[in-house]
C-alpha cells in the first residue's frame, strides 16, 4: 500500500502542473487584465472591455502603451501599474542607485515573458506564497480565511444532512424494493433531483423567509446584526436559523444521488449468495442487514464521503451565496475573475486543486480502511 501512496503523491506533481498550464494559458488570450481595470476605473468605466484595442488617437504619450483606456495619462503610470502587477520590470544601467522609474535616464521599462511569469508565479506557489491581492490589499490566504466559513458551513452541514437522510431511507427502498413506499419516494427523488438548487433557494425565501407567507427565517447573512451580544447559546441558535434555507437548497440534489446509490449498492448485495446462507443459518432480517450487508454495501459510499464533500464545498455555491447574501468563495472566485485578480484565480486554483487531488488519495485510503481485503497494489 506504501508504494501505492507514494505513486499517487508522484503524479500529483504533473496533474496539478498541467492544470496550471492550461489555465495560465487560457487566460493568456482572455480579453482585459488587472491593468486594464484599473484604467477603466480612473475613466469611469467598470467595462474594462470597452477600453482594450488599438491606441491610433491615443497620442504620442501613450502610443506605445497598448491601451486606449491610457488616453490622458502618462507613461510612467502606466509602467509602475505593469511592473506593480508583474506584467514588467525595470531595467537599470550598471551602477544605478536611484529608485528604478522611466523618469531615469539610466532606466527603461521590459515586458517579462508569460513563460517566465508562469515559472516565477509557480515558484511562489511551491512555497506556498500565494501573494497580495491586486485590489483588496490582503494577502490571498488572510482573504481565502477569511470567506472560508462560510463555504465550510454550507458544504459539511449539508454533506452530513445529505448522509443523515440518504442511507436510511436508501436502505429502506432495498428492503422493500418494488413496493408502494419505493414507488412513490423514488419520485419524489427524481423531482428533487430535477429542481435546480438556486430554484429552490428562491422557493424556500417566498415561502419561509417573508416572501409571500411565512417570516421563520432571516433572508440574508449567516449571522444577525446583534450576534457578538447574544451569549453562547444564543449564538449557536442563531448561526442555525440562519443556515437553515441554504442548506435545504444546497442538499436538494445531494441526497437524491446517494440515496438511489445506497439503493443500489444494497440491491447487489442482498442479492449474493452469502446472505441467502445467512438466512438459511436462521439470523434474523435485523442481522443479516446490519451484520454483513451494511459494511459491504456502504464500501462505495462511506469511501465517497470526502469527495462529496468537497463537490459540495466547492460547487454550485456561487447562486447561493447571491441569493442568501452569503459573502464565501463561490463569490471570491466569481469577483477575482471578472476584475482580473490573477493572485486570488491562480493561487486558489492550486490550493484548492492540491486539495481535490490529496483528498482522491483519501479516498482510496477510506476503502482500504473500510474493507481491508481491497489490495489496490495486488490489483495493480
Not at 522609474?101 to 527603461?108: D, G, R, V, Y
Not at 517579462?112 to 491581492?133: C, K, Q, T, V
Amino acid at each position: 500500500m506504501g508504494a501505492y501512496i507514494l505513486r499517487r503523491l508522484l503524479l500529483v506533481i504533473p496533474t496539478l502542473l498541467g492544470v496550471m498550464v492550461i489555465n495560465f494559458g487560457l487566460v493568456q488570450f482572455v480579453p482585459g487584465g488587472p491593468v486594464e481595470q484599473v484604467l477603466a476605473r480612473i475613466e469611469g468605466d467598470g467595462d474594462s472591455i470597452k477600453n482594450i484595442g488599438g491606441t491610433e488617437d491615443a497620442g504620442t504619450d501613450t502610443e506605445d502603451s497598448g491601451y486606449s483606456g491610457a488616453k490622458g495619462l502618462p507613461p510612467e503610470f502606466l509602467a509602475q501599474l505593469e511592473v506593480q502587477f508583474g506584467f514588467a520590470r525595470y531595467v537599470c544601467d550598471e551602477g544605478f542607485t536611484g529608485t528604478p522609474s522611466l523618469k531615469a535616464p539610466e532606466c527603461h521599462k521590459e515586458k517579462i515573458p508569460a513563460l517566465e511569469r508562469f515559472f516565477i508565479m509557480m515558484g511562489h506557489y511551491l512555497r506556498f506564497d500565494f501573494g497580495e491581492s491586486y485590489f483588496r490589499k490582503i494577502s490571498v490566504v488572510d482573504l481565502v480565511l477569511e470567506k472560508m466559513p462560510v463555504s465550510i458551513s454550507l458544504g459539511l452541514w449539508s454533506t452530513l444532512i445529505a448522509y443523515l437522510i440518504s442511507i436510511p431511507l436508501g436502505i429502506r427502498k432495498a428492503v422493500r424494493d418494488g413496493s408502494r413506499f419505493d414507488t412513490w419516494t423514488s419520485g419524489i427523488i427524481i423531482a428533487a433531483y430535477a429542481i435546480p438548487s438556486f430554484l429552490f433557494a428562491i422557493m424556500l425565501m417566498v415561502v419561509f423567509a417573508g416572501g409571500s407567507y411565512f417570516q421563520w427565517f432571516p433572508l440574508r447573512g449567516l449571522t444577525s446584526e446583534n450576534w457578538d451580544n447574544l451569549s453562547m447559546m444564543g449564538k449557536i441558535g442563531d448561526y442555525f436559523w440562519h443556515i437553515t434555507l441554504p442548506v435545504l437548497a444546497q442538499i436538494i440534489s445531494a441526497f437524491a444521488t446517494l440515496t438511489l446509490l445506497t439503493k443500489n449498492s444494497f440491491l447487489d448485495e442482498i442479492r449474493k449468495q452469502y446472505v441467502m446462507t445467512a438466512r438459511a443459518k436462521g439470523l434474523s432480517e435485523s442481522r443479516v442487514l446490519y451484520g454483513h450487508v451494511f459494511r459491504n454495501a456502504m464500501l462505495i459510499v462511506i469511501a465517497g464521503f470526502p469527495g462529496l464533500f468537497l463537490s459540495v464545498f466547492f460547487g454550485a455555491s456561487l447562486l447561493l451565496e447571491v441569493i442568501f447574501s452569503l459573502d464565501g468563495l463561490g463569490q471570491l472566485g466569481y469577483r477575482s475573475v471578472v476584475e482580473r485578480d490573477y493572485p486570488i484565480v491562480f493561487g486558489t486554483l492550486f490550493a484548492f486543486g492540491l486539495i481535490g487531488l490529496v483528498v482522491g488519495i483519501v479516498s482510496d485510503l477510506m476503502y482500504v480502511l473500510v474493507d481491508p481485503r481491497i489490495d489496490f497494489e495486488r490489483r495493480e
